[in-house]
């Protein structure tokens, strides 16, 4: 079906380590992906995102990677700060529809 | 640049009463995105505006949800009557192009309690 997963669900990593999020989408056609990071009661914010005629994309402490044949991507986020902590969520386009269809958030907890 | 507003931010309603949400996109935005969050999920697209037409509303529960971008700016998101089940977040996003228009701006949304 037309759907977008997320894992893990939760992720609890010690400040400074790294922490990575995948997602695996349904269509081979998709691409476009973005990760939005949303702090408690507060709106999505796009952080990062990537086409799919590169497989790789880094801003500073945060990359995406891409992997088109296996139809998944991954976001990345180095040397981790508390104020890292939040509900990640990935999206995708799927089957030609021109909206994004969201995975179910991954809350990321980095500990002091 | 200012980002895209909405209001109110929260509202308290009882069933059976209707509720109306505001949204004002960035401005030279052409898409328009009407999103229901709940609680611990990712938003889930209600509506699509390019413009003034609506071109993908198939998510909308068209029996109680209503929803008009006049002069396709402003947008109102209207339930009536409200339910139980529609406690959420309603979020508002906007992109400045059709062809780009994967690149959404959320706007703070409006939490809705329905007692």
């Known amino acids: 079906g037309e759907n977008v997963e997320q894992h893990p669900s939760t992720l609890s990593v010690q400040e400074g380590d790294s922490a990575v999020i995948k997602c695996t989408y349904s269509d081979s056609a998709s691409n476009y992906f973005p990760w939005y990071k949303q702090e408690l009661g507060k709106r999505p914010q796009l952080i990062i995102d990537i086409r799919s005629n590169v497989g790789e994309k880094k801003d500073q402490r945060i990359a995406v990677t891409l992997n088109k044949t296996a139809k998944h991507f991954s976001l990345h986020i180095t040397e981790t700060q508390p104020e890292d902590s939040a509900v990640y969520f990935c999206a995708a386009p799927l089957f030609g529809n021109e909206k994004l269809t969201f995975g179910t958030g991954t809350r990321l907890t980095i500990i002091p | 640049e200012a980002g895209v507003v909405q209001s109110p931010r929260y509202k308290i309603i009882e069933k059976k009463q209707p509720v109306a949400f505001w949204c004002n996109p960035i401005?030279?935005?052409?898409?328009l995105y009407w999103y229901r969050q709940n609680l611990g999920q990712g938003p889930e697209l209600l509506i699509r505006y390019e413009n003034e037409e609506a071109v993908d509303d198939s998510q909308l529960p068209k029996d109680r949800f209503s929803a008009e971008r006049l002069k396709g700016v402003d947008s109102t998101l209207k339930i009536q009557p409200a339910e139980l089940g529609d406690s959420a977040v309603y979020l508002c996003?906007?992109?400045?192009?059709?062809?780009?228009?994967?690149?959404?701006?959320f706007g703070p949304g409006t939490r809705l309690t329905v007692t």
């Open positions: 996003a906007s992109s400045p192009d059709v062809i780009l228009s994967y690149e959404q701006y």
């Open positions: 401005s030279g935005h052409n898409t």
